[in-house]
């Protein structure tokens, strides 16, 4: 990237929204699904992977002219593999029912496809700065997605938000929603709902612009 | 020691939890590769053999780290062994069977960045299984892999002359069918409880 990249707030802003690694991007879609079931589970997962996204991207940006080409993959991997053994123990040591909620999704943190992507994408040719920036905004990003999946499964699925109780007694839980099944049917629901917005704006864009044309002829 | 049977953990990781449509592991060659039922296949063939390989060695790696008393270490070996287990595979049947290597193709260095692989891995260690337990498990994990893509790859060529509305089209649609085909498993789940 030359020295007239994009500015800060829009590198940041890149992986919130216009970028969104599960919205747009659709990429690590596992512990999307895996444990969104309910909103704690989403928040602790989101947190542990926009750590260990920080982390590696700023040791990988520091890293970025010593280490040779061939290895720069297996680098990457035993770079981010740590910082997530660093989380394992973490969330162990703090709270055990999240530990045994999250299980061995915890350890798949270092697959997710988003951190080797941004470490190679981003952080291996941009500064230690940029690269942090861009980290945050991406993992701010994959939290947000994991927060909008875990709300509605655990809202429709069990009454509740972060384990208080929402509707009266009368209230009929759906099940399927904490099911399997359930994160599928609601991933594909945002996936559809930001479809259609974004087909909207563009609609809507074209006709404004055969609007204006229409004006000045 | 977990003490359960080898037929239940065969039914159990084939069918009941299913890699892909209960426990979501390996969701984006799933979705990314589902496109056409023979490089399903192709790529179902793979993940099996990969995944016998890799779990006999993570068991014998476990037991090493154990008894050097590195735990810590587990992640970060596995994730290496994996690697270097693909790479391996790939020279050894290159070598020895250029037809299927040629079968294969591009799908072998792919599965390095497969979650199942490392989740077959992650479960087996987290359920204490023995090696021939893990053996069974990973067998039924794979087999019950390459079910679900090439179910969802005949669905999906199906789904490409259907008139699906624009905005639906490509990812929403595909998890929309895998929901209703994750459901359709969920009545396998009878078969757990004896």
């Known amino acids: 990237m030359s020295k007239a990249g994009p500015s800060q707030a829009s590198i940041f802003l890149n992986g919130l929204w216009k970028e969104n ?7 690590g879609m596992c512990p999307v699904l895996a444990v969104t079931n309910s909103v704690r589970n989403a928040i602790a997962m989101g947190l542990s992977t926009m750590f260990v996204l920080v982390m590696s991207s700023t040791l990988v940006s520091l890293v970025r002219n010593i280490v040779p080409k061939q290895v720069r993959i297996a680098t990457y991997i035993l770079i981010i593999s740590t910082f997530v053994t660093i989380v394992d123990y973490v ?4 709270s055990i029912p999240v530990y045994k909620a999250l299980g061995p999704f915890i350890a798949l943190i270092v697959v997710n496809c988003i951190i080797l992507g941004r470490a190679e994408a981003f952080a291996s040719k941009n500064s230690v700065y940029r690269s942090i920036l861009d980290a945050f905004g991406m993992g701010i990003g994959f939290s947000f997605a994991l927060l909008c999946l875990g709300a509605v499964r655990e809202i429709l699925g069990a009454g509740t938000f972060l384990g208080v109780p929402l509707f009266g007694p009368y209230f009929e839980p759906w099940i399927i929603f904490l099911l399997p099944s359930g994160g599928f049917f609601t991933l594909g629901a945002w996936l559809l709902a930001f479809s259609l917005w974004k087909e909207r704006r563009t609609r809507k864009a074209t006709l404004a612009a055969e609007h204006a044309q229409e004006l000045a002829s | 020691m977990n003490s359960a ?7 159990d990781s084939l069918l009941i939890n299913n890699l892909v449509l209960a426990v979501f592991l390996g969701i984006c060659p799933f979705l990314g590769v589902s496109g056409k039922l023979e490089t399903a296949t192709r790529m179902g063939g793979a993940v099996i053999f990969v995944m016998l390989v890799s779990s ?18 587990r992640i970060i070996a596995y994730i290496v062994v994996i690697a270097s287990t693909v790479q391996l595979v790939e020279m050894f049947i290159k070598k020895t069977s250029p037809a299927l290597f040629r ?10 960045t497969n979650c199942a692989i490392l989740g077959v891995a992650m479960f087996q260690t987290f ?12 067998i039924g994990s794979g087999l019950g892999f390459a079910l679900a893509l090439v179910i969802m ?4 060529e199906q ?8 905005v639906a089209k490509g990812t929403a649609i595909a998890l929309m069918v895998a929901g209703i085909l994750s459901m359709a498993f969920m009545g396998f789940a009878g078969l757990g409880s004896n």
């Not at chain 2, 079968?103 to 390095?112: E, F, K, Q």
């Not at chain 2, 359920?127 to 990973?138: A, C, D, H, M, T």
């Not at chain 2, 789904?159 to 624009?166: E, G, I, M, S």
Request: overall charge neutral; glycine content about 4%.
């Open chain 2, 153 to 156: 790859s005949g669905i999906r």
């Open chain 2, 127 to 138: 359920r204490e299984y023995s090696f021939i337990q893990s053996l069974v498990f990973s």
């Open chain 1, 21 to 27: 690694p599960v919205f747009v991007q659709v990429l």
């Open chain 2, 56 to 73: 006999t060695l993570t068991f014998g790696i476990n037991r090493l780290l154990i008894a050097v008393d590195a735990e810590y270490l």
């Open chain 1, 91 to 94: 969330i162990k040591a703090v």
């Open chain 2, 103 to 112: 079968a294969l193709g591009i799908y072998l260095p792919l599965i390095t």
């Open chain 2, 5 to 11: 049977s080898l037929s239940f953990i065969f039914i």
């Open chain 2, 159 to 166: 789904l490409n002359l259907a008139d699906v509305p624009n």
